[in-house]
C-alpha cells in the first residue's frame, strides 16, 4: 500500500500565494495524481491532475490560469503552485493518486492525502 503525504498550504490574502506538495510514499509510484478541494458545506471538487512526471496536466476551470500543477524535484513528489488566490479558494486541499486513471473522477482515485487546510482571507 502505498500514502500520499501533504505539506503546504495555509493562510494567504486575497491575490497571494500558497504551494501544496504531494509526495508518494512508495518509488516509484507510477500513474497520476490530482488535487481536489472540501470547502465547508460543499462537495469535494476537482482541481488538478497530471502524471507523476508532470506531463498530461489537466486544469478545472475555476483555477485556470491561477493555479499549475508540476512535478517537483524531488522524486514522486507533485507540487500544486496557487496564485492570485481568491477567499472562494478556502478549503481543505486533498491530493489522491491512481495508478491507472486520469481526471476528474474522485472514485477513481484509491490513495488519499491526509488533506491540507488552506484559507484566503479577503
Known amino acids: 500500500q502505498g500514502q500520499l503525504l501533504q505539506s503546504g498550504g495555509g493562510l494567504a490574502q486575497a491575490g497571494g500565494s500558497l504551494r501544496l506538495s504531494c509526495a508518494a510514499s512508495?518509488?516509484?509510484?507510477?500513474?497520476?495524481v490530482a488535487w481536489f478541494r472540501q470547502a465547508p458545506g460543499k462537495e469535494r471538487e476537482f482541481v488538478a491532475a497530471?502524471?507523476?512526471?508532470?506531463?498530461?496536466?489537466y486544469i478545472a476551470d475555476s483555477v485556470k490560469g491561477r493555479f499549475i500543477i508540476s512535478r517537483s524535484n524531488a522524486k514522486d513528489t507533485v507540487l500544486l503552485q496557487m496564485d492570485s488566490l481568491r477567499p472562494e479558494d478556502t478549503a481543505i486541499y486533498y491530493c489522491a493518486a491512481s495508478r491507472t486513471y486520469y481526471g476528474p473522477q474522485e472514485e477513481r482515485y484509491f490513495y488519499w492525502g491526509q488533506g491540507t487546510q488552506v484559507t484566503v482571507s479577503s
Open positions: 512508495l518509488h516509484p509510484f507510477g500513474g497520476y
Open positions: 497530471s502524471s507523476w512526471s508532470g506531463g498530461d496536466t
